[in-house]
């Protein structure tokens, strides 16, 4: 067993009806609140106005899509002027990923290209960000207990991160209630999310102890309960899973690290705009077929075949199943689910050797159980056209 390092939010508060005390939370850390929301302000309404009642000054921001240099600079410089003493994110991993990397710019000096990794200058992050308690709204990208903001580059078009352990959040408030309102589309390509970062750190070089339990558990409940939740928006039972499988996948990885199908999205979600759960979705069964075609020639990690066989067990409720059946379950979700390709977004045949020659420097794929090749990659990015 490898050395490895645990660290997650600060506090973790789950259940239906959370999301309640969230106001007298924030309220305590500080007079002056900033609210980053997703992109329709009447779903922070609830947000605001208890802060409000709380006598606390509220600044609310939105962000369209995912964030990019611009938003998180503008947010940063906001913070500084209004004097902003505590963070809130509250939606899907966009505004989660936007509220970290403003409250840690807000209390940094410089840019945010001094911080960023790949395109960046990757300077450390040295002084605590601004308390940030993080409020998902969707069930996928488990943000709320993660260290690290993804964010956009247009300049590059590419989406690279800030990282930092001091980024975690102070609480993580998890209420599925709030996720009753997703489409099933959404439903989908965010539930796919949660189940490939429950697959990726299980295999991944890294995986440890701590992590596969979270990734056993969350497995079980992500593949009883995606289709359920997909089907029927408001059956609590499926969108408790799905909301508790999101929250172990982003304590998992946090730990483990990610695998190809992370890799790849990264540019990605640069260079079209494509949202990142859609991206995961439809790169995850080919970039499992892949993976299991080079471990059964003898490459990469020597324990990760059995590995995708106990993943095959687990979403398949069967003692018997093995890796195929691991590939052939996720194929057959994918399809049930309706997911589109990649082309949907305007990704063509002559971008994908850009792409995959992107993939390979990602810090994603350096966790993958076997080392893809460039062509390799570009035959996963063909199948999932």
């Known amino acids: 067993?490898?050395?490895?390092?645990?660290?997650?939010?600060?506090?973790?508060?789950?259940?239906?009806?959370?999301?309640?005390?969230?106001?007298?939370?924030?309220?305590?850390?500080?007079?002056?609140?900033?609210?980053?929301?997703?992109?329709?302000?009447?779903?922070?309404?609830?947000?605001?106005?208890?802060?409000?009642?709380?006598?606390?000054?509220?600044?609310?921001?939105?962000?369209?899509?995912?964030?990019?240099?611009?938003?998180?600079?503008?947010?940063?410089?906001?913070?500084?002027?209004?004097?902003?003493?505590?963070?809130?994110?509250?939606?899907?991993?966009?505004?989660?990923?936007?509220?970290?990397?403003?409250?840690?710019?807000?209390?940094?000096?410089?840019?945010?290209?001094?911080?960023?990794?790949?395109?960046?200058?990757?300077?450390?992050?040295?002084?605590?960000?601004?308390?940030?308690?993080?409020?998902?709204?969707?069930?996928?990208?488990?943000?709320?207990?993660?260290?690290?903001?993804?964010?956009?580059?247009?300049?590059?078009?590419?989406?690279?991160?800030?990282?930092?352990?001091?980024?975690?959040?102070?609480?993580?408030?998890?209420?599925?209630?709030?996720?009753?309102?997703?489409?099933?589309?959404?439903?989908?390509?965010?539930?796919?999310?949660?189940?490939?970062?429950?697959?990726?750190?299980?295999?991944?070089?890294?995986?440890?102890?701590?992590?596969?339990?979270?990734?056993?558990?969350?497995?079980?409940?992500?593949?009883?309960?995606l289709c359920r939740a997909c089907e029927d928006g408001r059956d609590a039972a499926a969108r408790t899973d799905m909301s508790l499988a999101s929250l172990l996948g982003g304590m998992a990885l946090a730990s483990a690290g990610l695998g190809a199908v992370h890799g790849l999205a990264a540019p990605i979600g640069g260079m079209f705009r494509a949202p990142h759960g859609a991206v995961c979705a439809a790169l995850l069964p080919h970039v499992m077929a892949a993976n299991l075609r080079a471990l059964g020639e003898g490459r990469g990690r020597p324990n990760a075949l059995g590995r995708m066989a106990e993943i095959g067990r687990l979403v398949t409720r069967s003692p018997e199943a093995t890796a195929e059946d691991a590939v052939a379950w996720i194929r057959g979700t994918v399809a049930r689910l309706e997911i589109p390709g990649l082309s949907r977004y305007g990704m063509a045949a002559d971008a994908l050797p850009e792409v995959a020659a992107q993939g390979l420097q990602a810090s994603s794929m350096k966790g993958n159980p076997v080392a893809l090749s460039a062509a390799e990659l570009v035959g996963i990015l063909e199948a999932a056209l």
Do not use: H
């Not at 490895?4 to 106001?23: K, L, Q």
């Not at 924030?26 to 609210?35: E, K, S, T």
């Not at 947010?75 to 409250?103: C, F, N, T």
């Not at 990757?122 to 903001?149: D, F, H, K, M, Y």
């Open 1 to 225: 067993m490898t050395a490895f390092e645990f660290a997650t939010a600060g506090r973790v508060i789950f259940g239906d009806g959370a999301s309640a005390g969230v106001p007298e939370l924030a309220a305590g850390w500080g007079a002056r609140v900033l609210v980053v929301a997703a992109s329709d302000p009447a779903r922070a309404e609830w947000l605001v106005t208890g802060l409000e009642q709380r006598g606390a000054e509220v600044a609310l921001l939105c962000v369209e899509d995912e964030p990019d240099t611009s938003f998180v600079e503008g947010g940063a410089g906001l913070a500084r002027r209004r004097g902003i003493e505590a963070v809130v994110g509250l939606g899907g991993g966009s505004a989660l990923d936007a509220a970290k990397a403003i409250a840690a710019l807000a209390t940094n000096p410089g840019e945010l290209m001094d911080y960023l990794e790949v395109v960046g200058r990757g300077q450390p992050i040295t002084a605590p960000p601004l308390p940030l308690v993080a409020v998902p709204t969707t069930a996928g990208t488990g943000s709320e207990v993660t260290r690290n903001a993804v964010v956009t580059v247009p300049g590059r078009r590419v989406k690279a991160s800030l990282r930092s352990p001091l980024m975690l959040p102070r609480a993580a408030v998890v209420d599925p209630r709030l996720t009753y309102g997703l489409p099933p589309a959404l439903t989908a390509s965010t539930g796919l999310d949660a189940l490939t970062q429950l697959i990726e750190p299980f295999v991944s070089l890294r995986a440890n102890p701590v992590a596969d339990a979270l990734c056993r558990e969350g497995l079980a409940r992500a593949s009883r309960s």
